[in-house]
């Protein structure tokens, strides 16, 4: 069975524009890089878990705060070029990036030293505007932010995986 990564994907309207919120990947590989180094707050996911409720859990970990209340709006299913299919749920909401407080994860570094070494998941967040995200983002997620424009209204949740 492939990975599978759930998560939100916050967004707010202000001064005539969308912006979206994307968290730039921790550790050692992503150090220096910008362009095609954001992501979305997400994570994977167990067989037989709730995606919704994982997506929830991956906000409040990477981000140190639990997402905002609101309706939740399906935005589908994409494969990443890895393989993993991740499924997004769209939030209208505001968050305050100087808060960010990630979970870590370990890694060997530098590589074959044989030391292991504690990184943040997420090592900044920040607001961008839909072309900037086009830039910023994987690019295996980015028909997120078409479909974030363009899905309809329907199929959102009241507050969350519980509602």
């Given amino acids: 069975m492939p990975k599978r990564s759930a998560g939100l994907l916050l967004y707010r309207e202000g001064a005539g524009a969308v912006e979206v919120l994307l968290v730039h990947l921790g550790g050692p590989y992503w150090w220096g890089r910008d362009d095609g180094a954001w992501s979305v707050p997400k994570g994977e996911y167990a067989e037989g878990e709730d995606p919704a409720a994982a997506a929830e859990r991956e906000f409040a970990e990477e981000l140190g705060s639990a997402p905002p209340p609101g309706p939740r709006r399906d935005l589908g299913e994409v494969r990443q070029s890895g393989g993993k299919w991740t ?38 967040a920040g607001w961008f505007t839909l072309p900037e995200a086009r830039v910023k983002l994987l690019a295996s997620l980015t028909p997120f932010l078409d479909r974030l424009v363009t899905a309809p209204e329907g199929g959102e949740r009241e507050d969350g995986p519980d509602a």
């Fill in 87 to 124: 499924r997004l749920w769209a939030l209208r909401g505001d968050f305050d990036v100087e808060t960010v407080r990630s979970n870590t994860f370990e890694a060997q570094w530098p590589p074959r030293s044989g030391r292991l070494r504690s990184f943040p998941e997420v090592d900044r």
